[in-house]
């Protein structure tokens, strides 16, 4: 969960959340609001930047593709810096589209657009059964979105990667212990070592597979210790 650029917004606008709740009209023609959590959501938060130097405009577009609309991210004290804007505890922040670069001669402005909502934490085992590290996991034609929880054990170390789909281009991110994003690719036997992020032992793969007939597979590793 790489922090978004330290960067300061030349202008923001700040959208408070709202809280969920259902109108719901009566037979003699009243409305009734129900109120369904005490949580608001989709705090948004638009940025403008305005003549940004080519490494901070690659740093915000980089950001972007590597967390995309899946992977939440927090933010720096320099995007509020100087205003009231304040968000609960625990909220953590998603892209709602990709950031929009206008290139005018000589300057250069981008706007992008986030909202933050609260971060839930998942109980082991709660999407599906928690699998060991170095078994091989694997679909055939198997078309739409597959999420396992795979145990690479505790502590801080690398974790080996590997990964196949073929001819079919899939799509595979890990999230958790560790934080990766493949994009969609196509190609055989394809290995990474990933550095863990943190001292879990939880890795969540979700593997985007689109297209009818695709088939892929992957293997993550057990957790190879740092020697201090």
């Not at 899946?70 to 009231?84: C, E, K, L, M, R």
């Amino acid at each position: 969960m790489a922090t978004f650029p330290a960067l300061k917004p030349n202008a923001r606008t700040f959208i408070p959340g709202q809280k969920a709740n259902s109108h719901i009209g009566t037979f003699d023609g009243d409305e009734l609001s129900v109120l369904h959590t005490n949580a608001s959501t989709k705090y948004t938060l638009r940025l403008t930047f305005t003549g940004m130097t080519n490494d901070e405009h690659f740093a915000l577009v980089n950001h972007y593709i590597n967390h995309d609309r899946f992977v939440p991210f927090d933010i720096p004290a320099t995007i509020t810096a100087g205003s009231n804007i304040q968000i609960p505890a625990g909220y953590l922040w998603t892209y709602v589209s990709s950031p929009q670069t206008d290139y005018s001669p000589g300057l250069v402005v981008t706007t992008v657009e986030i909202e933050a909502t609260p971060q839930q934490a998942i109980a082991p085992g709660a999407l599906g059964p928690v699998l060991e590290c170095n078994s091989s996991q694997s679909a055939s034609g198997g078309q739409g979105t597959d999420v396992r929880t795979i145990n690479v054990g505790y502590g801080l170390g690398k974790v080996k990667f590997t990964w196949s789909a073929f001819n079919i281009a899939d799509r595979f991110v890990l999230s958790g212990a560790l934080n990766y994003d493949t994009g969609f690719v196509t190609g055989e036997n394809q290995i990474i070592d990933l550095v863990k992020i943190n001292e879990s032992n939880l890795v969540t793969v979700t593997v985007y597979a689109p297209t009818t007939s695709t088939q892929w597979n992957y293997t993550v590793g057990c957790t190879r210790r740092f020697i201090y």
